[in-house]
């Protein structure tokens, strides 16, 4: 069974609240992870190729940090590299079938 982000729809009703509402913390969990392991990679890109030219302004490291971050978000929120749905695949509870 294949699990995206995009695709997960389960409506809200009073027998499923507690499990929409976990769902969508691991969403949210799996998304925010995957953001912290973007962060230090596109940091490092921004300082490679982006060159250093701004270092002697004060503040320019926690400015292009806050950027880089807004950025790993944004991309974790889209698909990301596909880390949140591996997360989110291992945090589904495995598929019982009826031995009948």
Do not use: C, W
């Amino acid at each position: 069974m294949n699990i995206t982000l995009a695709s997960i729809s389960i409506p809200p009703t009073a027998a499923n609240l507690p499990a929409a509402k976990a769902l969508g913390k691991n969403e949210k969990a799996a998304r925010d992870f995957e953001a912290m392991l973007l962060t230090p990679v596109l940091d490092s890109l921004q300082k490679s190729f982006g060159g250093d030219g701004d270092s002697k302004t004060p503040g320019a490291s926690d400015y292009r940090l806050m950027a880089t971050q807004a950025l790993a978000q944004s991309i974790a929120a889209r698909g990301g590299i596909g880390i949140a749905q591996l997360i989110l695949r291992h945090l589904q509870p495995p598929e019982v079938s009826g031995g009948g």
